[in-house]
């Protein structure tokens, strides 16, 4: 008899440790359901947008999106890569966004959606002081230098007879220039003042080579994300939040 009710007790008591393990189960997949973090990837090669303050990704970009973090109660993660990479890296999920001075084409809308834009910019370029490019349809035939993936590489592909020579990054290219590997340099205009700027003997031509604008891309179909980023930005406008970013990185003096 004391057997018996010895062996009921043992089975009572494994039966409240399994509903007890289940539910502590139960509750660790709810903590890990809800997310936290929104992962951000970008190319810290293009100031002012983004770029490295000794260890740590910063620009306009990072800061709107830590902003834009902020507004939906999560932490910001910047995942810094390739440029060329960010869109794969947005559609198979390894990122929640990218973000990197990106400009909506046709291509990338194939890959992955876009948000409002929240910035305009222009395709300029860079030539030599002595150079007998003035101007757009100088270009013909030149040798222009490119950042792999850009908006500048693919808008470059239009020229005709161009030999277009592409670089992982922007700095490249301008390097490039200097040492006469290219003739010209087509890139986004406030990166472009950052690089002659720190450059001797270069120039910006005063024709802007296409006007533009930046959205950040998300998941195709992530219609939730989109549009809690699109309340995000458009409440950071209104407050004129979005103003004082850009202002911290571009002065009104070189503002084009």
Not at 8 to 27: N, P, Q, R, W
Not at 159 to 169: S, V
Not at 188 to 203: H, N, Q, T, Y
């Amino acid at each position: 008899m004391k057997r018996r009710i010895l062996s009921l007790l043992l089975v009572t008591a494994c039966v409240f440790s399994i509903a007890a393990c289940g539910s502590k189960k139960e509750d660790s997949s709810s903590e890990e359901g809800k997310k936290d973090t929104l992962v951000m990837a970008t190319n810290a090669e293009f100031p002012p947008y983004e770029f490295y303050e000794g260890k740590e990704v910063v620009g306009i970009d990072a800061d709107i999106m830590a902003a834009i973090a902020e507004e939906l109660g999560m932490k910001l993660e910047i995942e810094d890569m390739a440029f060329d990479s960010i869109i794969t890296a947005v559609s198979s999920g390894k990122a929640d966004i990218g973000a990197a001075g990106m400009t909506v084409t046709e291509d990338r809308l194939e890959n992955v959606d876009f948000t409002d834009t929240y910035a305009t910019a222009t395709q300029v370029i860079i030539v030599k002081e002595d150079s007998t490019i003035s101007g757009p349809d100088d270009l013909t035939g030149k040798k222009i230098g490119v950042q792999l993936g850009t908006t500048g590489d693919i808008y470059a592909e239009d020229i005709e007879d161009a030999a277009i020579e592409r670089y992982n990054k922007g700095f490249e290219a301008v390097q490039a220039l200097k040492q006469d590997k290219v003739d010209a340099v087509i890139i986004d205009g406030e990166p472009a003042k950052e690089f002659v700027k720190e450059a001797e003997g270069l120039k910006i031509l005063d024709e802007a080579f296409t006007e533009e604008e930046y959205a950040i891309a998300v998941k195709k179909g992530n219609d939730e994300l989109k549009d809690k980023i699109n309340e995000a930005l458009a409440s950071l406008k209104d407050s004129g939040k979005l103003d004082k970013i850009v202002a911290k990185y571009i002065s009104a003096d070189t503002a084009e």
